[in-house]
């Protein structure tokens, strides 16, 4: 059977490191997992070029995530809410959508022991910090969300989602981050590089933080929260869960090897900080 990762730039993805490394340890010999450059406009042709009886998923990453939802036959309740799918699974002659995205931020920040925030910050605005909000609604946090944007009048899909979601949120510059930061947790969902200008602010606060930037890491941010003694998890635990996931969704079994898969995916990532010629 064959699965691949999807996107727009994709050539980075840790994807088939983690979904291979799984694969072998599962002893699934007649798996393997590839990687595609597609952009929306090729999603469709894409899917209509794959036989059905070779395929079992595709992990898909931006821009493809809410496009996946438009082109399956059926979505799941968790993507529909947050508006963005990363998984689409073979269910019969078409797809099913599903969010893995959240299961996998909500459980790096349990292991991390970070997993029951009382209130928090989502930084950005994008599809991210959609499933940050979901995964913090799976987690049970009670207190209030407040998302901070660099661009406020382009929030509206956050907040619908957040609606959606039944737990909607408040919205304020990014600017103004450290009027907000008496929190918990603080989730940043920024590209990297962008929430480095916040390190101070964050170094000086009392707020865990969840970055999804996993590489380069750590992050500047990420660096300074360290530093003070905070809680810090970055991005490589997500996508390692949301990869585990994935790999339970397409195969159908249960026990997904995720010590392989970390040990792959740090590997990989160990050999790519390495300087050249090392």
Same mark, same amino acid.
């Given at each position: 059977?064959?699965?691949?990762?999807?996107?727009?730039?994709?050539?980075? @993805?840790?994807?088939?490191?983690?979904?291979?490394?799984?694969?072998?340890?599962?002893?699934?010999?007649?798996w393997?997992?590839?990687?595609?450059?597609?952009?929306?406009?090729?999603?469709?042709?894409?899917?209509?070029?794959?036989?059905?009886?070779?395929?079992?998923?595709?992990?898909?990453?931006?821009?493809?995530?809410?496009r996946?939802?438009?082109?399956?036959?059926?979505?799941?309740?968790?993507?529909?809410?947050v508006?963005?799918?990363?998984?689409l699974?073979?269910?019969?002659?078409?797809?099913?959508a599903?969010?893995?995205d959240?299961?996998g931020?909500a459980?790096?920040?349990?292991?991390?022991?970070?997993?029951?925030?009382?209130?928090?910050?989502?930084?950005?605005?994008g599809a991210?910090?959609?499933?940050?909000?979901?995964?913090?609604?799976?987690?049970?946090?009670?207190g209030? &969300?407040? =998302?901070?944007?660099?661009?406020t009048?382009?929030?509206?899909?956050?907040?619908?989602?957040?609606?959606?979601?039944?737990?909607?949120?408040?919205?304020?510059?990014?600017?103004?981050?450290?009027?907000?930061?008496? &929190?918990?947790?603080?989730?940043?969902?920024?590209?990297?590089?962008?929430?480095d200008?916040h390190?101070?602010?964050?170094?000086?606060?009392?707020?865990d933080?969840f970055?999804v930037?996993?590489?380069?890491w750590?992050?500047?941010?990420?660096?300074a =929260?360290?530093?003070?003694?905070?809680?810090?998890?970055?991005?490589?635990?997500?996508l390692?869960?949301?990869?585990?996931a994935?790999?339970?969704?397409?195969?159908g079994?249960e026990? &997904?090897?995720?010590?392989?898969?970390?040990?792959?995916?740090?590997?990989?990532?160990?050999?790519?900080?390495?300087?050249?010629g @090392?």
């Amino acid at each position: 059977m064959r699965a691949a990762v999807l996107g727009s730039p994709v050539a980075h @993805s840790l994807s088939p490191v983690l979904h291979s490394a799984a694969y072998t340890a599962m002893g699934l010999r007649d798996w393997s997992y590839g990687l595609f450059e597609c952009d929306e406009k090729g999603l469709a042709p894409f899917l209509d070029g794959l036989d059905p009886a070779e395929w079992a998923g595709l992990s898909l990453t931006m821009p493809l995530k809410r496009r996946a939802m438009e082109l399956a036959a059926e979505v799941e309740d968790l993507a529909a809410a947050v508006g963005g799918a990363n998984t689409l699974v073979r269910r019969g002659a078409g797809w099913a959508a599903r969010n893995t995205d959240v299961a996998g931020i909500a459980r790096a920040l349990t292991e991390a022991g970070a997993g029951a925030p009382r209130d928090a910050v989502v930084l950005g605005a994008g599809a991210t910090a959609a499933s940050a909000l979901a995964a913090l609604r799976e987690l049970g946090t009670p207190g209030p &969300v407040t =998302v901070l944007a660099r661009d406020t009048g382009r929030t509206g899909e956050v907040t619908a989602a957040a609606e959606r979601l039944g737990r909607p949120v408040r919205v304020a510059p990014l600017a103004e981050a450290p009027r907000h930061l008496d &929190v918990d947790l603080v989730l940043s969902t920024l590209p990297s590089g962008a929430a480095d200008a916040h390190a101070e602010q964050l170094a000086a606060c009392r707020a865990d933080l969840f970055d999804v930037i996993y590489d380069p890491w750590p992050t500047v941010a990420a660096g300074a =929260v360290a530093a003070r003694g905070g809680r810090v998890v970055g991005g490589f635990p997500m996508l390692l869960h949301q990869a585990a996931a994935q790999v339970r969704l397409m195969t159908g079994v249960e026990d &997904v090897p995720v010590g392989a898969m970390r040990a792959a995916g740090e590997a990989e990532l160990a050999r790519r900080s390495a300087p050249a010629g @090392s």
